[in-house]
T-cell receptor
Framework: EAQVTQNPRYLITVTGKKLTVTCSQN?????MSWYRQDPGLGLRQIYY???????DKGDVPEGYKVSRKEKRNFPLILESPSPNQTSLYFC?????????????FGPGTRLTVT | AQSVTQLDSQVPVFEEAPVELRCNYS??????LFWYVQYPNQGLQLLLK??????LVKGINGFEAEFNKSQTSFHLRKPSVHISDTAEYFC???????????FGQGTELSVKP
């Protein structure tokens, strides 16, 4: 089954404790992206990757890191989480072409930073 | 730069009534347009898209949307909604020369019996 998986689905942590949210896709997509969803703000892009070893900042990259060592995986790293990073996070992937932004989304990771 | 405005944050409607969710965008270049749906506790999934051609686009679950270039709008419609259509709906644009996908703020559709 074609899918994007994220782990964990729910996470409660404390300020300053490093964490990683994993994302994996099995569709051989080149493009992968991370978004955060906040009430009234819709989805905002954090980072994206056009292919292996190619990453770039989205609209709200501060406080986040990513890596793309393999095509299928695109982990999101919070080196020192803060309460303003409490949010719902989505990973997405797509393949190039005219419909390249028909993105496939993971189920989401709800992060709470206290 | 592109931006997307969804004019209603919440739309309550009774079952079997028609519904329209409004989306306006601003862009200095041609764009592709999308509607995504997010059911409770799930990720987003594509409802329909406009890339080119006919301005009336049909999607899954009986939804359709009409691209109006002069009004820079891409409103989503369904003639008769079901309880199962209760979800959050996101309009999004992508400049067809490349760039990134920009989402609107979302519209929460609540269908009541």
């Amino acid at each position: 089954e074609a899918q994007v998986t994220q782990n964990p689905r729910y996470l409660i942590t404390v300020t300053g404790k490093k964490l990683t949210v994993t994302c994996s896709q099995n569709m051989n997509h080149e493009y992968m992206s991370w978004y955060r969803q906040d009430p009234g703000l819709g989805l905002r892009q954090i980072y994206y990757s056009m292919n292996v070893e190619v990453t770039d900042k989205g609209d709200v990259p501060e406080g986040y890191k990513v890596s793309r060592k393999e095509k299928r995986n695109f982990p999101l790293i919070l080196e020192s989480p803060s309460p303003n990073q409490t949010s719902l996070y989505f990973c997405a992937s797509s393949s190039p072409g005219p419909s390249s932004n028909e993105q496939y989304f993971g189920p989401g990771t709800r992060l709470t930073v206290t | 730069a592109q931006s997307v405005t969804q004019l209603d944050s919440q739309v309550p409607v009774f079952e079997e009534a028609p519904v329209e969710l409004r989306c306006n965008y601003s862009s200095s270049v041609s764009v592709y347009l999308f509607w995504y749906v997010q059911y409770p506790n799930q990720g987003l999934q594509l409802l329909l898209k406009y890339l080119s051609g006919s301005t009336l686009v049909k999607g899954i679950n009986g939804f359709e949307a009409e691209f109006n270039k002069s009004q820079t709008s891409f409103h989503l419609r369904k003639p008769s909604v079901h309880i199962s259509d209760t979800a959050e709906y996101f309009c999004a644009v992508y400049p067809n020369q490349g760039g990134k996908l920009i989402f609107g703020q979302g519209t929460e559709l609540s269908v009541k019996p």
